[in-house]
């Protein structure tokens, strides 16, 4: 499919063209997926090759690799992580509806040591993200084999590609498929992506307490007044996420439509286990540049000239805890 035309040699990016999907799935209809009954049987060894053993029981689920064993299987740490030996042995951030992957792409090397998992609905979508991932990583590999390749300037590199947004559409897919001539921290071995339907099996992924992160990035706005109760964010939903993140960790939204905008603010306004982030504290934030302009739905709004609405939530204490 998307190597059609293409010589066979080396590592090959996929091509959007091959995966198009319209964009409305039905959650609420019954679907084939694969999901662990509790978080603790969820084998993420097929995610993360570099992190995690396969499990060699039923009984045993994961293993993480151990920074003084299997060291050619893990990933080499680059100039973003001086000093860190410590190996992630859980997903820490996650994307909802991660769409094509952009977000993922552009976090990976700014946060080369926590790993991090899309979690989208559309098959075509996720078999995309996948094959870029497993060819972005087969090009780190080949790189790290020759002594005269160079590490990626990661602010750099961000920076280039949001003053790439001013492009014509057309060149949409050259501008965001990640490092494929340099090396990038954590060699893009630190992100993967599912196929799930996140508003009912989140909680079989992640313990109580476990992410520090998720981003909901441009969702279906759902338009029609009947549609409402399939939106990302509601009441039932904001519970879960309050569960499965930590104290302190933040919520990430953004979308182009102010209704949206303004449903979202208010139910996450309304609960009690998230605080509004002022604007003045996000300006430190090394994610902000990534969730507002490396999506692609993102790219699209900025070319059309299009506003973008964003607001971040901590997750605050439970007085009932």
Known sequence: MAGEGQD????????????????????FNDMIFEYPERPSQQDWSKYYPAYFRPPTSSKETKRPLSPSSDSEQQP????????????????????????????LVALSPLFPNTLMVGMEIRTK?????????????????????????EWVDVQAKLDKEIADLSKPLETEESLDNGETDRLVPGHYENISAMRINCQKYLPNFFEKGQLTKIFVLFADPHFKRRKHKA??????????????????????????????????????????????????????????????HSTEEGKKVARNKGKKYLACYRRIEDPAD
């Open 8 to 27: 066979t040699g080396g590592p090959k990016l996929p091509q959007k063209r091959y995966f198009r999907q319209r964009a409305h799935v039905n959650v």
């Open 76 to 103: 080499k740490r680059g100039p973003a992580s001086p000093g860190s030996d410590q190996q992630p042995t859980r997903v820490e951030f996650a994307d909802i509806g991660c769409g094509y992957g952009g977000l």
């Open 125 to 149: 979508l996720v078999n995309y993200l996948q094959q870029r991932i497993e060819a972005l990583r087969e090009f780190q590999h080949e790189l790290k084999k020759s002594p005269a390749a």
């Open 231 to 292: 939106r990302i964010i509601t009441s039932t939903l904001l519970a879960e996420y309050a569960y499965v993140m930590r104290v302190g960790g933040i919520f990430y939204m953004i979308t182009d439509v102010k209704d949206l905008y303004d449903w979202n603010v208010k139910h996450l306004d309304d609960f009690p286990l998230f605080e509004r982030i002022p604007d003045e504290e996000l300006e430190h934030d090394p994610a902000i540049p990534c969730v507002v």
